[in-house]
């Protein structure tokens, strides 16, 4: 394992571990004008959401590591403390690069990566039209980190209206996953696209209080075929099935018995296949099947 002390890299090496490793990030195309109404707008992927209620985001516009001076977005808001936080999708990436090209202050990034200005209702800095959800925000607080290069500024942002894009919802209303096609940041040049491919449900233990892994039977946590992934979903049961369940799962499933007579003088291959079955039912989602087939060949209820 490399172990590595921030304190003896050089800034910009910090940065390419932190970054590859500290990812994927969301990106904010921070919209923001001086206090003489220049507009700017930028994107930050040291950015997330901190809080619902109220509702707030936080972004950092870090001093440059290059030469150690602080970016406009950030003297913008030090003049003028409100922004509007663009979400960024895919049709938008390479135009979003381009807008973080190092631009003399004063020139609107909105001309240079040819994106539409639409005008807020609450905050003076302008939305980004071609943005799937648009948050006009005061900010409440600024905290430097620092004054060394690469030091970060966390803009706290209030949320004070969200604008979202029809074509984005669902049939209830809501944000579809799918539709919304974000992107995010990942180290070096390196993106990522949320795409229907690469989405998948955990589902979340909030009301239920499941076993745990520390009390799955051994041979489950020590098992050279389940995943800490099967266990993760195993241990996530309240209760394990009843016996009568589990033999009423059998009578109903003839391959399971054919496993069992197969394996009838060989606990060990047993094991593995009933392991390999409960693999392939975990990784459909099917949790309770799997419990029924790991139960069905041993004495561990
Ligand atoms: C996707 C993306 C994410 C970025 N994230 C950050 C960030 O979190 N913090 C930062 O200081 N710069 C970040 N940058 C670089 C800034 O966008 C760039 O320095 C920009 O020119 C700053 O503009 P400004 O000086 O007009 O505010 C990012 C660039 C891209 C393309």
């Known amino acids: 394992m490399l172990t590595i002390n921030p304190?003896?890299?050089?800034?910009?090496?910090?940065?390419?571990?932190?970054?590859?490793?500290?990812?994927?990030?969301p990106i904010c195309f921070a919209s923001t004008i001086d206090k003489n109404g220049n507009v700017n707008l930028s994107p930050f992927s040291f950015f997330n959401l901190f809080s619902t209620n109220p509702p707030v985001c936080i972004f950092s516009p870090s001093r440059r590591i290059r030469n150690n001076t602080t970016k406009h977005t950030l003297e913008n808001i030090l003049e003028v403390p409100e922004c509007v936080i663009n979400i960024v999708n895919y049709n938008m990436v390479q135009q979003t690069s381009l807008a973080s090209t190092e631009?003399?202050?004063?020139?609107?990034?909105?001309?240079?990566?040819g994106f539409t200005e639409l005008k807020s209702e609450l905050v003076k800095p302008p939305r980004v039209a071609e943005s799937p959800v648009q948050l006009e925000c005061t900010v409440r607080q600024v905290i430097?980190?620092?004054?060394?290069?690469?030091?970060?500024?966390?803009?706290?942002?209030?949320?004070?209206?969200?604008?979202i894009r029809e074509e984005i919802l669902d049939e209830n209303g809501k944000i579809d996953q799918e539709k919304i096609d974000l992107v995010a940041r990942l180290g070096g040049d390196w993106y990522c696209r949320v795409t229907k491919d690469n989405l998948f449900k955990v589902v979340k233990p909030i009301t239920t209080l499941g076993i745990g892994v520390d009390a799955l039977p051994f041979s489950i946590r020590n098992s050279k075929i389940l995943t800490g992934n099967h266990l993760g979903q195993l241990a996530?049961?309240?209760?394990?099935?009843?016996?009568?369940?589990?033999?009423?799962?059998?009578?109903?499933?003839?391959?399971?018995?054919?496993?069992?007579?197969?394996?009838?003088?060989?606990?060990?291959?047993?094991?593995?296949?009933?392991?390999?079955?409960?693999?392939?039912?975990?990784?459909?989602?099917?949790?309770?099947?799997?419990?029924?087939?790991?139960l069905a060949g041993s004495n561990l209820q």
């Open 7 to 25: 304190t003896d890299l050089k800034p910009a090496e910090i940065q390419n571990y932190l970054q590859y490793a500290i990812a994927p990030r």
């Open 103 to 113: 631009y003399p202050k004063g020139v609107n990034e909105f001309i240079k990566a």
């Open 144 to 163: 430097s980190l620092g004054e060394t290069p690469g030091a970060g500024n966390l803009i706290l942002a209030d949320i004070k209206l969200i604008h």
């Open 236 to 294: 996530n049961v309240e209760v394990l099935p009843d016996r009568l369940s589990v033999e009423t799962y059998s009578d109903q499933h003839p391959e399971i018995k054919v496993l069992l007579e197969d394996t009838a003088n060989d606990a060990i291959k047993r094991e593995e296949r009933l392991h390999q079955q409960a693999s392939t039912l975990l990784d459909q989602g099917l949790v309770n099947e799997a419990w029924m087939v790991l």
